[in-house]
């Protein structure tokens, strides 16, 4: 049976979602929670005993139709019409887990009782997470304005018993499984379509991965990055704490120090050395590593606020006797910190891919490409060009989406933010940076091999050990796809799953 976890209305950080995501927990939701959405969704339905009563989205049409009064026997059409209408997302499947996020994420912005929905519907939300029927949702639709409007219509489409599902992780529909699990269709009430369309859920389930694995991929670019020093023969000096504290700047300090207690306790690092300096993409690792640890602690307190936040419209405040229509689902402030994520990742890939140059370069007593017979073997040579191509592919996915705004609505709005599509695009630069340190710690490990018999560094040495069990030193030629591939899956197969 799986163990409990309660939804309360604490504060809820990124790891807070990926423990109740990776440790299979059930959810449920507090007394407090129960009893604000009670109290916001009686405050609107008393409303709504107005006869001239005019709520957006609620008995008025969406959009551009704002001006358009809906008759009360209609109010249950307009909400089911909303979430069938708007179901018109495209292109690839949103990953499993991801939408698992987009799930929780929007029980999360509910259960403030600032929506006006019911505890029927939360617990509906509730009850499709724990029996593991997970929305399918698609990549393409959302302006990252009026909320991510198309992914979020998937989302709700098995609320009314429609749509494709994940059930058990297998792809379905929700009409197939239907009498083989205890869930009965809902019926919507006045505003709860709305209320399940309106927020930036999508934007933001993608940022909570993207930060979560951006953590640990600089964590792995420093360590990768000290293999690389000693397989290029590096100097200690460009880490050393003085030069550092000169600087000022917090990321490159942490960097700095995380690459000086390592390779200071290297026997290779510790021998001869014949260059009186190393290359940027050595020597500046603090520097540019750092600026992007810097970037992504700024990412992660904008993504944190959000996971705490009421991103639909109109909101209910019952204790101020006020229903206010206002923008809270517009999502510039994930846009523009997710378009300043793939930069900050982009950069370690592109200072990665300069040291796999150097490293089968056939420098510093290194044989060409790292093979021990070149001209007869290629080694890693085209190893290099695949990082390059990726690294090239990871600077087009820079562009940023934030910048755009295309009017829809008939004008009505007529400046969204594109957030989805920075959502998506820095997805694919995470993707691509663990290839891109697989490639490295693939050619790392190499060269360190051709320094013996010095030894590496412990914490290397047990690094590369672990590696060694999937992937095997390069003898001669063969084909280094499955490399690349058995590498990608060690870096990623971590402390966590997402």
């Known amino acids: 049976m799986k163990s409990l976890f309660q939804f309360n209305l604490d504060d809820f950080n990124i790891s807070t979602l990926r423990n109740v995501i990776n440790e299979g927990h059930s959810i ?11 109290k916001g969704n009686a405050f609107l339905q008393n409303k709504l005993n107005d006869q001239n009563a005019v709520i957006y989205g609620v008995n008025t049409g969406f959009g551009s139709l704002c001006n358009t009064i809906i008759d009360d026997d209609k109010l249950a059409d307009l909400q089911y019409n909303l979430i069938r209408s708007h179901a018109c997302g495209t292109g690839d499947l949103v990953p499993y887990t991801i939408c698992k996020l987009i799930l929780l994420s929007k029980i999360r912005n509910l259960s403030y009782g600032f929506s006006g929905v019911s505890v029927k519907l939360l617990e509906a939300l509730v009850k499709l997470y724990n029996l593991d029927i ?3 949702i698609y990549q393409l639709g959302s302006l990252g304005a009026s909320g991510d409007l198309a992914p979020l219509a998937h989302m709700s489409l098995p609320l009314l018993g429609e749509g494709k599902v994940y059930f058990q992780q297998k792809l379905c529909s929700m009409e197939e499984i239907l009498p083989n699990v205890d869930f009965t269709p809902i019926s919507l009430g006045a505003k709860e379509g709305l209320s399940l369309l309106n927020g930036t859920q999508f934007s933001l389930s993608y940022a909570i991965w993207n930060v979560a694995h951006a953590e640990r991929i600089v964590k792995l670019s420093n360590l990768i990055a000290c293999i690389s020093s000693e397989g290029y023969n590096c100097m200690i000096d460009p880490y050393l704490p003085q030069l550092h504290s000169v600087r000022n700047q917090s990321g490159q300090q942490q960097v700095a120090q995380e690459m000086f207690e390592i390779l200071s306790n290297s026997p290779i690092i510790q021998g001869p050395n014949h260059d009186v300096q190393d290359p940027y993409s050595f020597r500046c690792i603090p520097q540019v590593h750092g600026a992007s640890y810097d970037a992504l602690q700024y990412v992660r307190k904008i993504v944190e606020n959000e996971i705490n936040a009421v991103t639909d419209n109109p909101n209910i405040f019952p204790d101020d006797n006020l229903i206010v229509s206002g923008g809270n689902f517009h999502a510039q402030p994930l846009a523009l910190p997710l378009d300043f994520l793939a930069i900050a990742l982009a950069e370690l890939g592109n200072i990665s891919e300069r040291r796999i140059y150097k490293l089968v370069n056939g420098d510093r007593d290194l044989p060409s490409y790292l093979t021990k017979n070149p001209g007869l073997e290629s080694g890693f040579m085209i190893a290099q060009y695949t990082a390059a191509s990726i690294v090239s592919q990871n600077k087009q996915f820079c562009s940023p989406a934030s910048i755009d705004s295309i009017t829809s609505s008939k004008g009505q709005e007529d400046h969204v933010s594109m957030a989805a599509n920075s959502a998506t695009k820095c997805y694919k630069v995470v993707e691509n940076l663990y290839r891109i340190l697989s490639i490295e710690l693939m050619t ?11 030894k590496s560094n412990e914490k290397i040495q047990s690094f590369l050990d672990q590696y060694r069990l999937d992937v095997a030193p390069l003898e001669k030629d063969r084909v280094l796809h499955y490399d690349i591939e058995r590498g990608v899956h060690f870096l990623m197969d971590t402390d966590f799953i997402f």
């Open 28 to 38: 449920e939701l507090s007394d407090d929670i129960i009893e604000r959405v009670r």
């Open 134 to 136: 997970i929305p399918v």
């Open 444 to 454: 790392a490990a190499q060269a360190v091999s051709f320094r013996r018999p010095q």
